[in-house]
């Protein structure tokens, strides 16, 4: 059974700091791609940062570079997702995403975690 559970999401004020965790199991986790996705009200789902299984590349949306961090732990199949300098329009809910890019079809999402940006 293929598990992504997010956790660390909550209220927050501006300039603050939250720490995103997505727990994965079910699959083998070194031999995916792990992504974190962003969806706010009436808007598209985005990609925030993306961390590939081979050579420790990483990519992030050009709204959270030098504030977001994307980590992983493979020997505890955990992505994290270091959140800086938050602002309000961080404001989402927030999917961790797993994906076996030699086929895309094989591609597994968490059932997201909130997180409220505001004073």
């Known amino acids: 059974q293929v598990q992504l559970v997010e956790s660390g999401g909550g209220l927050v004020q501006p300039g603050g700091s939250l720490r995103l965790s997505c727990a994965a199991s079910?699959?083998?986790?070194?031999?995916?791609?792990m992504s974190w996705y962003r969806q706010a009200p009436g808007k598209e789902r985005e990609l925030v940062a993306a961390?590939?299984?081979?050579?420790?590349?990483?990519n992030y949306a050009d709204s959270v570079k030098g504030r977001f961090t994307i980590s992983r732990d493979n020997r505890k199949n955990t992505v994290y997702l270091q959140m800086n300098s938050l602002k309000p329009e961080d404001t989402a809910v927030y999917y961790c995403?797993?994906?076996?890019?030699?086929?895309?079809?094989?591609?597994?999402w968490g059932q997201g975690t909130q997180v409220t940006v505001s004073s």
């Open positions: 079910g699959f083998t986790f070194s031999s995916y791609a």
């Open positions: 961390f590939t299984s081979a050579g420790g590349s990483t």
């Open positions: 995403n797993a994906q076996f890019r030699p086929n895309p079809r094989y591609d597994y």
